[in-house]
Structures are given as structure tokens and as C-alpha cells.
């Protein structure tokens, strides 16, 4: 109860305070990519429900069918608004609406689309017994994900057998020890990562 009610307080003031500033990159992203604005994608929360999560929208409209990951710092589908947004999170803004309305949480494992999570193990799928966070533990550490991609010739198979049983890990080592002291904490971790 007392992180719900610290979500919602949390993300009300954060969404009034930027009200502005989600104006100014909405009138951005219309002015330089036209409409939508927000990217929806379906993810898996609590309890395996699915819900639509929120982002600023970075790629080219044209990506149907295409990776569900990003590979690379130079991702073709990412425009050069995107590439800014992304780079400093600010894609991820939105997701504060996400958590307003219950669907997450400030602080929690990132919420994965339904093709991945279908491959969890009973032991992994524990990170569907809490809200999904906007941050986490392995939000931090794998804070440059799609270049560690890259990397591979194979980018979604190293994602499917390293990253993603790593970033679980983290999860499931976050869920054994949650507090509102390790919220507050990863909260600190990540603003620390986005500036520095």
C-alpha cells in the first residue's frame, strides 16, 4: 500500500511538473515526424495481464513486422529526435501516465513484450508476481543494451541466451529484497546514470 501510494503521488507531481516539457516534445516529435506522437506496445505486467505501455515515439513509422529490439547506437528505424530522446531517456516520460494508472510501477522489472516472456522459466516468471517498473537494477547495468547487441552477429539470440536471463537475475534479486529503502535507492542509481 505504501508504494502504490507513493507511485501515485510520485508520478501526479512528476506529470504536473512536466507538463511542459511533454508539450514541447510532442510539438517536436509532430513537427519532425508527424503523427503519432506516443509509441503503445503491448507488454506483460503483474499477473501476466497485458497492458499498453507508453513511450514518446523515436522510430520511423514504418517498422511493422520488424526487430522488437533495438541493435546499435545506429538503428536505422531511430530518427535523429529520437536518437536525443533516447539517449537522456526521455522517451520513456510517458510511462509515468503508466504508473498513475496503475499499470506499473516507479521501480520494478522493465516489462517485457509477450514473445520473450513465453520463454521464462517457472523460476523467472517470479518477475511477473510484482508491478513492472519504469526502473530496475537492470535497467542500470544494461543501460547500453543495444549496443552490447550489436556486437553479435546474431543480436535477438544473444538477447534470448545472455541478456535477458542476466537482466532476470537482477530482477528476481530485486524482488528477494524490495524495500522503499532499495526503490529509493534505484531511483538515486538511475538519475545518477541519465546525467552522468
Known amino acids: 500500500m505504501i508504494k502504490r501510494l507513493f507511485d501515485i503521488v510520485f508520478s501526479l507531481i512528476t506529470l504536473i511538473l512536466l507538463l511542459p516539457f511533454f508539450v514541447l516534445i510532442s510539438l517536436l516529435i509532430y513537427s519532425r515526424m508527424g503523427h503519432p506522437i506516443f509509441f503503445l506496445q503491448e507488454r506483460v505486467g503483474r499477473g501476466g495481464q497485458l497492458f499498453k505501455m507508453y513511450k514518446f515515439r523515436t522510430m520511423i513509422r514504418a517498422t511493422e513486422g520488424t526487430s522488437l529490439i533495438t541493435i546499435g547506437a545506429n538503428d536505422a528505424r531511430v530518427t535523429a529526435l529520437g536518437k536525443i530522446l533516447r539517449r537522456y531517456k526521455l522517451d520513456e516520460l510517458p510511462q509515468f501516465w503508466n504508473v498513475f494508472i496503475g499499470d506499473m510501477s516507479i521501480v520494478g522489472p ?87
Open 110 to 196: 522493465r516489462p517485457e513484450v509477450k514473445k520473450y516472456v513465453d520463454l521464462y522459466s517457472e523460476e523467472q516468471r517470479r518477475v511477473l508476481d510484482v508491478r513492472p517498473g519504469i526502473s530496475d537494477y537492470a535497467s542500470i547495468l544494461f543501460a547500453n543494451e543495444s549496443e552490447l547487441l550489436d556486437r553479435y552477429d546474431n543480436p535477438e539470440k544473444a538477447y534470448i541466451e545472455e541478456i535477458m536471463p542476466a537482466k532476470l537475475d537482477l530482477n528476481l534479486q530485486y524482488i528477494n529484497q524490495q524495500s522503499m529503502f532499495t526503490d529509493l535507492k534505484i531511483i538515486f542509481m538511475t538519475l545518477k546514470k541519465i546525467i552522468f
